[in-house]
């Protein structure tokens, strides 16, 4: 960690916070510039916090020189994390999966059909929501546990491993016996006591970026579950805030590479909330697996305009389809697998 | 509510929309022009999502006419509602309330004393956080029950109502028995579940906007609290994430006449999370009273540098006691009471 | 246009309204509901600008319909606009085109020696800064006539057309004479007094995205110029500014469709300035190409260290070969040439 | 300037690195930890810049530790730069300045009445765009020279000084003859050759922040001009673009303090621009009073829904009148003088 101090720093000031540190069992070396003065701690600072140290109001500016994360950090853990969900192997340079399903489970007609539709269109595992995060109170809130048995039972018909969202501690259990991939999403990306009950969970954790979220910010929150002894995490981009409102959320690809070189673990894209549009997810599917995704989420409906939520970034079964066969020729261009 | 069809809509699809809507009992009003194809939907449309219209592939825009929030809506209660914390009322034309005290309670001794000084320098309540978000899982997450009762103790000796954050339901006990006053963070604006938990507490709630929550989402936040049955809740701006890192985030004082004119609620300001340094928070402070707001909640700490968390936007007491002099003055200037 | 009044406008006001649109030519339709008061306008609105009808006190919202640009509108020229630069077909079905070559021009020897490079890679065209936008007054501020005059040296010597941004409309006879691309930057986007210049050059031009530019506010950039007298512009995606500051930029690939859509322009990406970051070029430049860009602009240089400006985002030539080879298997992915 | 390396960094490279920061005569000071590696250059690092150093490959981060702006720091210029417009003069303690007048020059009448009326509502200088950066090259865009001349009859009849947005360097001997404080708009902030240009003008400069502009890239712009020659630069905060789009635009008060402290030139607001919305220009206007602004400037228009440019942003002159007198109240409260 290196601190700048004000250039005017009285020295016995400087010599107060030298002896601070010190009595934390770290070595300070000083640097002296003519407009600055500079230490270097050398140890473990892994429980100083940046910010605390900006307190000191002879302190100018803190940085930290070590990435804050151990778990999840791909300097201490050198291979890929390979998460397996019911079977189906994500990361490393295992096949690309596609995860597809309708944003909200609707019934159980509506579920089974989708599922055997997304099954045939080639996905690997299907997704579909039961407790829906919606911004109005007014809306429709997800079928609740009906839906997850109604899920669990779309799999039993078609053998897809199911992904969904965990919106509150309270419903661990329920997630924990019927869902293959738990799921949180971006608006609970840092609401911490939920990322420490999914840390005591067995089952796979999908980690949605938050919508402001750093990529810092956001590997913390990983490591928050890989803390508290989940190490199954699976990183997933769905788009940023930015002030462009022609889209939905701004998609940021550069995550890719990064999340691969900071850390070890998997990362999936999520073009359906990051357009918030049908018409753009096949050109920025094909984008993500170029990049070096390791798997794609898509919403796929058979009546989008019929949909109870999110219609309007539902792609019909039959461009999920085509979608696919396309990605699969990227995907081969770059020697992966889908 | 407003919807733009496609140039090119076939009449039969036209048709099929239209009919649609009148089966929900909507009266439509079509405009033809020479570039589009207009339909004012008019009746109760609160139950109509933007985005599921935008599912049908005819459909350009959707363009909400009416908010989207009703109990939150000044069009529906014109009268400024006035929140009575303990006593203290916040809102309408009443006295500015200044809610000062430490990032976190670090015990007994800590609080009590701060508390007594903050209740010197002229605050009406006294904060501490107990429960703590932080981005590592490594840093000090707060002393929870303990710092919530060593909070209310100090509260018996000073006098001053006390706030604190409430991160997860299963603390609602706690809360609903000793802090007057229930704050919901930044990072929860949208946990739905834990919203829908506090719209059934006795106890009036502190609602912070999201990181990057639109003015409308942050209402529609209140507005599940409100549908829930607490109508007892005060807005917080405590500044939002831009791409300027000069600041820890950017303090959007515009939303204290918007919260004002949109809405009958009371808005109060955090100009140390805005900022994130101890130096801005004065000049910010004195332009919140000027711009209108109901309120200030201030971070004070007798030792900012060897605060547990966040000491850089703390301000000593002294420092505190002439920041509420001189916003006094400004709130005389305007009129009003501090 | 859609113009909603506020529910409370008093008849006479809307009286007056609809009289002062149709004194201008335009039909006005009228929706009455329950909460809202809305005009369809129907005719041509083009000389309409939203924020001037605002001003009405009785206005709430103002929403245009048909988009405000024409030249650039895919709906009235359907076919693909095809740019030739000196013999190189940019856009619609033709070839990927790749333009390599270093941030500036740094002297005859090393231009002509990247040119040679570059050519050599597989690049159809050379770029090179002679006239550099830095931020620091204090910073290298490029070579100027001195580095257009080698540029087409280099040019003479490998047969590359070459690119370069131009700076100030009182260089022009400079770039008439000597490039064959002209670039307008990211901070000159909306450089009005510039873009009219260029739209009076026989030259194409490469309009870059301003670095918080909405698609719209771009299109209208390249409207400036078309509406000048030039119709050969395309379209360079640089990375936009968001609160993410692990890369330089976030590189929006979403308008690469949806430039598509709604003009009929080639467009290009740069991946160098949208992340800032040698590391992340490739795969994001195989991104680009997946997503159907008509082209790339990357930096080149074979000293990057050594550099005068932006070494930490310029791939070394023979990273930059294995690029080109990667991307033109993606390329033939998705059905294009390279 | 502190180098962090990368933890692997080979000797030879570490040393070939600091080899080369000596023979530019800088010292050379190293730290060595667990997990990195760091050197601290002392000397004169103002013709470093960061980006290239960022290029070697074995460089994990820079990071600059004293400003690169010189002539417009603090540091070396303690004192408040008061800057005279034609006798009134601008910042240290002096009279907080009121700038009035319409967005558009629309005539010699128009502009000579509502100057009379700025005037007699204690504006202390006239405001008034002849050269008009509109988005559309089909909105109106300024009457040009004819506009300059009519502002300049009305500052004869008012004795008004007057402010005027130059979009070129062509322009500038009008300017030079007619204009008294010269604007730079935000879209042209880095517009570097338009920079150097005003940096010879003998009258003193508006520098208004860009749209994304980052505080250090704004006063680097005002470092522009006065390195060109002209110290009389005042700083004008106009808001930034964020993803709220409630607003036009976000207004950052927090860069009062922070230009107070980091440079010593004079800091304006412009409310009009910052919130695009008259009914929020005055909480805003006393907002930024109070948080130490050394004026406002501020579009008036007598009939707003007419005017050419604009009007949704505009004060009526009786609106304006009230807004100065309470403001005028307000600086008294914080010791100022209005």
Redesign the interface.
């Known amino acids: 960690m290196?601190i700048?101090l004000k250039?005017n720093a009285p020295a016995d000031e400087v010599a107060k916070l030298t002896k601070a540190f010190e009595e934390k069992g770290l070595q300070v070396?000083e640097?002296?510039?003519?407009?600055?003065n500079?230490f270097?701690?050398?140890?473990d600072t892994?429980?100083l916090?940046e910010?605390?140290?900006?307190?000191?109001?002879w302190v100018?500016?803190v940085?930290r020189?070590?990435a804050?994360y151990k778990l999840a950090n791909r300097?201490f853990h050198p291979e890929d994390t390979i998460v397996d969900v019911a079977g189906i192997k994500v990361g490393g340079n295992e096949k690309i999966v596609v995860i597809g399903g309708p944003c909200s489970v609707e019934g159980r007609d509506q579920i089974c059909r989708i599922a055997q539709e997304v099954s045939e269109c080639g996905a690997d595992m299907l997704r579909g929501g039961a407790y829906k995060?919606?911004?109005?109170?007014?809306?429709f809130?997800g079928l609740g546990y009906e839906g997850i048995l109604e899920l669990a039972e779309a799999r039993e018909k078609t053998g897809l491993p199911v992904v969904s969202e965990l919106?509150?501690?309270?419903k661990i259990d329920e997630f924990e016996a019927n869902v293959d991939l738990v799921q949180i999403g971006a608006?609970?990306m840092?609401?911490?006591?939920l990322l420490?009950a999914v840390g005591h969970m067995s089952k796979p954790v999908l980690l949605k970026r938050g919508?402001?979220a750093?990529?810092?910010?956001w590997i913390?929150s990983a490591?928050?579950i890989m803390?508290?002894g989940n190490p199954n995490v699976i990183m997933c981009e769905r788009g940023?805030?930015?002030?462009?409102?022609?889209?939905r959320n701004?998609?940021?690809?550069?995550v890719?590479?990064?999340i691969k070189?900071r850390t070890h673990l998997p990362i999936i894209i999520d073009p359906s909330h990051?357009?918030?549009d049908?018409?753009?997810i096949e050109?920025?599917s094909?984008?993500?697996?170029?990049?070096?995704a390791d798997g794609l989420i898509i919403e796929v409906h058979d009546h989008?305009?019929a949909?109870?939520?999110?219609?309007?970034?539902?792609l019909k079964p039959e461009k999920f389809q085509t979608l696919i066969e396309?990605a699969r020729?990227?995907a081969?261009?770059?020697g992966r697998e889908m």
Request: proline content about 5%.
């Open positions: 290196i700048t250039k070396n640097i002296k510039g003519q407009d600055f500079v270097g701690l050398v140890g892994s429980h916090y910010r605390d140290i900006l307190a000191n109001i100018e500016n940085q020189v070590s804050p300097m995060p919606r911004t109005s109170p007014y809306a809130q919106m509150s501690a309270d608006r609970n840092q609401n911490f006591d420490k919508m402001s750093t990529i810092e910010e913390m490591e928050y803390a508290n940023i805030r930015t002030y462009e409102k022609y889209t701004t998609m940021d690809l550069a890719i590479p990064i070189e990051a357009t918030g049908y018409r753009l050109p920025l094909l984008a993500a697996v170029a990049a070096g989008p305009s949909a109870w939520s999110d219609g309007a970034q539902s396309k020729k990227v081969h261009a770059i």
